[in-house]
């Protein structure tokens, strides 16, 4: 177990590396000059070559590289061009919303999804496998603009239950911030939901035409205990991975969603930063979110290991 923890984290700094090299790299063909939007509409070519010192956008690429590396490494994304603050600081009042939407669509992503699939699997050809996949259908067909609002219309505006839009923090009123954010946790959840449940109910058909589950029922085991102490460990596999790269997903911003209901995540944050050329926050979001798809195919792995005993080895 820990030579493969040793062997992974050995390919995830390089691979690190390779990413911030790609996004530094990419971020220079974004158009537009950014001293030219940080100088205003007068434009004064004084101010211009001073911005351009002053952020080291005089200085060649591999240059611009090395500082800026340098600063990530000990914690300083640079600053903001636009409302001169810390990209770190933005990082630390964004991120925080983004993991807690995101946390709240995975997990009901997974109380809908999987127990969905399974039922299809075990239920194959009934009225349960029919309704599984006729939410499936909903859950990849409706878009999530339109979700959301039709919740905001029912919820909101009819019933009156759930605040329309805005963000609470954790920390100040959870209950109000559960009830701020529960109707986009669902609409980010809801197209997941049927992505794992097409997943789940795809693994677990392959798994109960196995020898070892006709085995496992010839022995007299209760139908319950093979379904789910035989028959979904080993088909949880894909459906671990489909569920880390969702999240993954879910963290690099929904962009959409946080717009209609006003919730300041990270998805706003990176629209905000590419239409005003905010080069230093660009580059410092994108980062922290390939950090954290890296580490959650990382997480992923492990979770393959302590699923699959036979992967221990």
Known sequence: MLTFLARRLSQIIPTLIFVSILIFSLQQLLPGDPALVMAGEERDPAVIEQ???????????????????KGVLSGDFGESLRIKMPVRDLIVQKLPVTLQLASMAIVIAFLIGIPAGIVSAVKRGTGWDYAANLFALWGISTPNFWLGIMLIFVFSIQLGWLPASGYVSLAEDWRASLAATIMPAFVLGNAIAAILMRHTRSAMLQVLSSDYIRTARAKGISERQVILRHALRNALTPVITLG??????????????????????????????????????????????????IMLNLIADLAYVLVNPRLRS
């Open 244 to 293: 880390a790269l969702e999240l993954g997903t879910l963290l690099s911003g929904a962009v959409l969603t946080e717009q209609i209901f006003s919730i300041p995540g990270f998805g706003k944050l990176i629209v905000d930063a590419v239409f005003n050329r905010d080069y230093a926050v660009v580059q410092g979001v994108v980062l922290v979110t390939a950090t954290v798809y």
């Open 51 to 69: 911005i351009r010192k002053q952020y080291r956008l005089d200085q060649p690429l591999p240059i611009q590289y090395g500082y800026w590396i």
